[in-house]
């Protein structure tokens, strides 16, 4: 330590010993804030990526997914299913109709992958002329739309129903048509609210 020697008027002198510079104590202080600051960064990215791949919002519209969802029920999506993977057969989407920006979204049931052929007789689908039987009892369709006639879809395209299926502006109406895998915004897969229907969606 170094001394430093005063003057008293009248008086001896006296030494005071002066503390000498911690240099290391200074670097200790930056690298906790540095530490911090990484620390805080980290955790905003991670609920970032946790909302933007699990937790973006959507509302049904309308009574087309009854009994499955209802009228004004807020979902949730995942977007990250169709980011690693692609849409299967009975997935529950929300997807933009025709590629709007500015409406809302449509939320529906996949029926027919891209490639396949759909049609709609006697009340029940056939996907490449066999009959599709679905895990659940949905009503027996009385209007086939443009599925009375077979159905090519394309490389990109998916077939929507409402699984209110006598109550559902889907893709046997020209207003929805066949869904573009690039307009599908994710899968849905948890109802937030309201309260009294909240949890995981069932298939």
Same mark, same amino acid.
Request: charged share 25%.
């Given at each position: &330590?170094?001394?430093?020697? *005063?003057?008293?008027?009248?008086?001896? @002198?006296?030494?005071?010993?002066?503390?000498?510079?911690?240099?290391?104590? /200074?670097?200790?202080?930056?690298?906790?804030?540095?530490?911090?600051?990484?620390?805080?960064?980290?955790?905003?990215?991670?609920?970032?990526?946790?909302?933007? +791949?699990?937790?973006?919002?959507? *509302?049904?519209?309308?009574?087309? &997914?009854?009994?499955?969802?209802?009228?004004?029920?807020?979902?949730?999506?995942?977007?990250?299913?169709?980011?690693?993977?692609?849409?299967?057969?009975?997935?529950?989407?929300?997807?933009?109709?025709?590629?709007? *920006?500015?409406?809302?979204?449509?939320?529906?049931? %996949?029926?027919?992958?891209?490639?396949? *052929?759909?049609? %709609?007789?006697? =009340?029940? %689908?056939?996907?490449?002329?066999?009959?599709?039987?679905?895990? /659940?009892?949905?009503? @027996?369709?009385?209007?086939?739309?443009?599925?009375?006639?077979?159905?090519?879809? =394309?490389?990109?395209?998916? +077939?929507?129903? =409402?699984?209110?299926?006598?109550?559902?502006?889907?893709?046997?109406?020209?207003?929805?048509?066949?869904?573009?895998?690039?307009?599908?915004?994710?899968?849905?897969?948890?109802?937030?609210?309201?309260?009294?229907?909240?949890?995981?969606?069932?298939?």
């Amino acid at each position: &330590m170094r001394k430093r020697k *005063t003057k008293r008027q009248n008086g001896p @002198v006296m030494e005071f010993a002066q503390p000498a510079a911690v240099p290391g104590k /200074k670097r200790s202080v930056i690298r906790n804030i540095f530490l911090w600051t990484f620390e805080i960064l980290v955790v905003i990215l991670f609920a970032y990526v946790l909302v933007y +791949f699990f937790g973006q919002s959507r *509302t049904n519209i309308g009574q087309s &997914m009854d009994v499955t969802l209802s009228g004004g029920d807020t979902v949730l999506l995942d977007v990250l299913a169709y980011q690693l993977g692609s849409p299967e057969r009975g997935d529950v989407i929300a997807f933009k109709p025709n590629g709007s *920006t500015t409406g809302h979204s449509s939320i529906k049931r %996949i029926i027919g992958l891209p490639g396949e *052929t759909i049609q %709609i007789k006697d =009340g029940m %689908i056939y996907i490449d002329g066999v009959v599709y039987l679905e895990k /659940k009892s949905y009503p @027996v369709i009385t209007n086939p739309g443009m599925a009375s006639e077979e159905i090519a879809l =394309g490389d990109k395209e998916y +077939f929507v129903l =409402g699984d209110n299926r006598n109550n559902s502006e889907d893709s046997r109406f020209a207003d929805i048509g066949m869904v573009s895998s690039e307009y599908i915004e994710g899968k849905v897969w948890f109802v937030l609210s309201p309260a009294q229907h909240r949890g995981f969606l069932k298939d």
